[in-house]
């Protein structure tokens, strides 16, 4: 987690209330959660990003999500990736795979970066949205 006074940080919050205001169905990824708690362990003021992450999670679903169509996924997608010679990190493709295989919109900071999946012809339809 970020500074309340990094833009980053102000994007986010303003995107996500959005959505909520929308009536639009959201959630996170288990492995979501894991990236954020391990900045907030790294964070000089880990007990106070712990206790925003909470808060966040409060309202936020988290999808702990594994089956035989996120198995097969994400071994398209990493297959997929390695093939192109452009990986996008491990995290990164277990989150994508989680995304396709719910038929979800992935959000995020770096669309560029989860762009690369739709390069695979599977997931030419796969939707990724910036903030």
Same mark, same amino acid.
């Given at each position: 987690m970020k500074s309340s006074n990094n833009p980053n940080y102000q994007k986010a919050v303003k995107f996500l209330k959005s959505v909520i205001d929308s009536g639009e169905g959201y959630c996170t990824t288990f492995l979501n959660v894991c990236e954020?708690?391990?900045?907030?362990?790294?964070?000089?003021?880990?007990?106070?990003?712990?206790?925003?992450i909470e808060s966040l999670l409060y309202i936020i679903p988290v999808i702990e999500y594994y089956n035989d169509l996120f198995y097969d996924t994400y071994? %398209? $997608?990493? =297959?997929?990736? /390695?093939?192109?010679?452009? &990986?996008?990190?491990?995290?990164?493709? %277990? $989150?994508? =795979?989680?995304? /396709?295989?719910?038929?979800? &919109?992935?959000?995020?900071?770096?669309?560029?970066h989860f762009e690369r999946i739709k390069e695979i012809d599977e997931f030419r339809d796969f939707e990724v949205i910036s903030y």
């Open positions: 954020i708690r391990r900045g907030a362990y790294s964070s000089d003021e880990k007990e106070k990003e712990l206790k925003l071994s %398209l $997608i990493y =297959s997929g990736l /390695v093939k192109n010679q452009s &990986r996008i990190g491990d995290f990164d493709e %277990l $989150i994508a =795979s989680i995304a /396709v295989s719910q038929n979800a &919109r992935l959000v995020t900071r770096n669309k560029e």
